[in-house]
């Protein structure tokens, strides 16, 4: 089983900047997928930035050029670097693992972004 912790959020004006952090139980080299996901309310949790196992990553379209998702091996720990913060970012970040272990999310971090 994986746990996911993660940490960093909260309240930003737009164009600010945030960095979320997910902290997994295990080495990330183990889990084929790390994934971070958004809901704001009233719809659907999305993808946002993903990143594998051998570090290759993916974008939303409507985060790219302005979110990066990186790793720390030794950390184990993977991150969201959000930059240039707009108010339609604003919803719950959700971090998740994908592995021979399933399926696992983290408790899910607020981002308000302001106008």
């Known amino acids: 089983q994986v746990q996911l912790v993660e940490s960093g959020g909260g309240l930003v004006q737009a164009g600010g900047s945030l960095r979320l952090s997910c902290t997994v139980s295990?080495?990330?080299?183990?889990?084929?997928?790390m994934g971070w996901y958004r809901q704001a309310p009233g719809k659907q949790r999305e993808l946002v930035a993903s990143i594998t196992s051998g570090g290759i990553t993916n974008y939303a379209d409507s985060v790219k050029g302005r979110f990066t998702i990186s790793r720390s091996l030794a950390r184990n720990t993977v991150y969201l670097q959000m930059n240039s913060l707009k108010p339609e970012d604003t919803a719950v970040y959700y971090c998740?693992?994908?592995?021979?272990?399933?399926?696992?999310w983290g408790q899910g971090s607020q981002v308000t972004v302001s106008s």
């Open positions: 295990r080495s990330i080299l183990s889990i084929n997928f």
């Open positions: 998740k693992s994908s592995s021979v272990f399933g399926d696992s």
